[in-house]
């Protein structure tokens, strides 16, 4: 039986064959059937389908229960690329409907404040002190406790409730920055204490980002000099004019743009000049090639390269992951400028910023 459900889905019920085998060649001939093109007024159009089968005796699963199977499925089928057929499979089932779950539950939870914000020290490479922190946004989720940003910002950010979710972030950290700056007025060698923030690909492209930036500060009273705001390299890649405009005008305002995760996208080294950055945060994977004793001398030599190219572009260098004094002692002989870590610290609570910035002063 074949039914059409709505638009452009279609259920077929089929009885008879006992084998994932047999559906899948089913389903094949179907595709393969579909993929004959269609002429209509002298053109040529090509139809493509995605195909999600759900196999087994009758009876053990309700009919709703077997339909959200295979929609889930054709789903994960569409995300492999479509014109292709996947088989369910109660795990990626489960993991669908938690996905949804918690896409649901993302408004809810930030005008409820289930949301908060870990910070992590960066640290001066040549002596140690605190140069700034990272601010890393948790979630603590009723049913599921503290969830990572992993398992949150993709869905944020596909709904775009990122947007307001991140105007709270750099809201809540700026005004912790502001509050760390009014308690140790001392700390002025290195310039003000960093707050990093991150930035998503939304955000980025939100007419609102600068507005919203300048009114964050203004209301705080923190200088733009002491907000580094981070951007992946990979959302960079390719990028016009029109997207670098925003950043470029927060830079012109005092406002340090980091490219986070420097080195896992291959963007072209060429086009860092044209970036509006000063930073370059190298991502955790060249820290994990120096782990082994001795460090693989290819990878030294690279990470050495990019700390030159990036001081001849009067670039800082910030390298993540440090988890050994080893790996820091290294990193500093290369040139970095700066360094985050398990090392140094985990992610924390705001206070411990604040504990570390009391003993830097002392
Ligand atoms: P990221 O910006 O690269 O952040 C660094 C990640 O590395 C953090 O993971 C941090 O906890 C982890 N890390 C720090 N030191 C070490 C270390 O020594 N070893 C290892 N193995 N890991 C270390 P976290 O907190 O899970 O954040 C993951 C990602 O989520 C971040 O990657 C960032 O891209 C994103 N994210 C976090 N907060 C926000 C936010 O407020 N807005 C947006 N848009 N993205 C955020
Ligand atoms: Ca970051
Ligand atoms: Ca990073």
Same mark, same amino acid.
């Given at each position: 039986?074949?039914?059409?459900?709505?638009?452009?889905?279609?259920?077929?019920?089929?009885?008879?064959?006992?084998?994932?085998?047999?559906?899948?060649?089913?389903?094949?001939?179907?595709?393969?059937?579909?993929?004959?093109?269609?002429?209509?007024?002298?053109?040529?159009?090509?139809?493509?389908?995605?195909?999600?089968?759900?196999?087994?005796?009758?009876?053990?699963?309700?009919?709703?229960?077997?339909?959200?199977?295979?929609?889930?499925?054709?789903?994960?089928?569409?995300?492999?690329?479509?014109?292709?057929?996947?088989?369910?499979?109660?795990?990626?089932?489960?993991?669908?409907?938690?996905?949804?779950?918690?896409?649901?539950?993302?408004?809810?939870?930030?005008?409820?404040?289930?949301?908060?914000?870990?910070?992590?020290?960066?640290?001066?490479?040549?002596?140690?002190?605190?140069?700034?922190?990272?601010?890393?946004?948790?979630?603590?989720? $009723?049913? #599921?406790?503290?969830? @990572? +940003?992993? %398992?949150?910002?993709?869905?944020?950010?596909? /709904?775009? *409730?990122?947007? &307001?979710?991140?105007?709270?972030?750099?809201?809540?950290?700026?005004?912790?920055?502001?509050?760390?700056?009014?308690?140790? $007025?001392? #700390?002025?060698?290195? @310039? +003000?204490? %960093?707050?990093?923030?991150?930035?998503?690909? /939304?955000? *980025?492209?939100? &007419?609102?980002?600068?507005?919203?930036?300048?009114?964050?500060?203004?209301?705080?009273?923190?200088?733009?000099?002491?907000?580094?705001?981070?951007?992946?390299?990979?959302?960079?890649?390719?990028?016009?004019?029109?997207?670098?405009?925003? *950043?470029?005008?927060?830079?012109?305002?005092?406002?340090?743009?980091?490219?986070?995760?420097?080195?896992?996208?291959?963007?072209?080294?060429?086009?860092?000049?044209?970036?509006?950055?000063?930073?370059?945060?190298?991502?955790?994977?060249?820290?994990?090639?120096?782990?082994?004793?001795?460090?693989?001398?290819?990878?030294?030599?690279?990470?050495?390269?990019?700390?030159?190219?990036?001081?001849?572009?009067?670039?800082?260098?910030?390298?993540?992951?440090?988890?050994?004094?080893?790996?820091?002692?290294?990193?500093?002989?290369?040139?970095?400028?700066?360094?985050?870590?398990?090392?140094?610290?985990?992610?924390?609570?705001?206070?411990?910023?604040?504990?570390?910035?009391?003993?830097?002063?002392?």
């Amino acid at each position: 039986m074949v039914a059409r459900l709505g638009g452009d889905e279609f259920v077929a019920l089929t009885t008879g064959s006992d084998s994932e085998r047999e559906v899948g060649e089913l389903a094949a001939r179907i595709l393969s059937v579909l993929s004959i093109p269609i002429r209509l007024d002298g053109r040529e159009l090509t139809v493509r389908g995605s195909i999600g089968i759900v196999e087994g005796p009758t009876g053990e699963r309700t009919a709703a229960e077997v339909l959200r199977s295979a929609d889930i499925t054709m789903y994960r089928a569409k995300a492999a690329g479509g014109n292709r057929y996947e088989i369910a499979d109660a795990e990626a089932d489960a993991r669908a409907i938690t996905r949804h779950g918690l896409t649901m539950a993302l408004p809810a939870a930030l005008e409820r404040g289930e949301f908060f914000i870990e910070y992590q020290p960066l640290v001066h490479l040549g002596d140690g002190s605190v140069h700034g922190a990272e601010a890393l946004v948790r979630w603590l989720h $009723p049913q #599921h406790g503290v969830l @990572g +940003p992993d %398992r949150f910002i993709p869905l944020a950010e596909h /709904t775009g *409730l990122i947007v &307001p979710l991140g105007r709270w972030v750099l809201e809540e950290s700026v005004r912790q920055a502001r509050f760390w700056e009014q308690q140790l $007025p001392t #700390h002025t060698d290195g @310039g +003000p204490l %960093r707050i990093n923030v991150n930035l998503s690909p /939304t955000q *980025l492209h939100h &007419p609102g980002l600068v507005a919203d930036t300048v009114a964050v500060l203004e209301r705080s009273g923190l200088s733009p000099a002491a907000l580094c705001l981070e951007v992946t390299e990979s959302a960079l890649i390719g990028a016009d004019e029109d997207l670098l405009k925003p *950043l470029r005008q927060l830079a012109e305002m005092g406002i340090d743009i980091a490219l986070d995760d420097f080195g896992t996208g291959y963007s072209n080294l060429a086009n860092l000049r044209r970036l509006p950055v000063s930073v370059l945060k190298l991502d955790r994977s060249f820290t994990q090639g120096m782990q082994q004793h001795p460090a693989d001398p290819v990878d030294l030599k690279i990470v050495e390269g990019i700390v030159s190219l990036a001081h001849s572009l009067q670039l800082a260098v910030t390298v993540e992951g440090v988890e050994t004094g080893a790996q820091a002692e290294q990193l500093r002989e290369l040139g970095c400028d700066t360094a985050q870590g398990w090392y140094y610290a985990r992610p924390g609570a705001p206070d411990r910023i604040h504990t570390l910035l009391l003993a830097d002063a002392v």
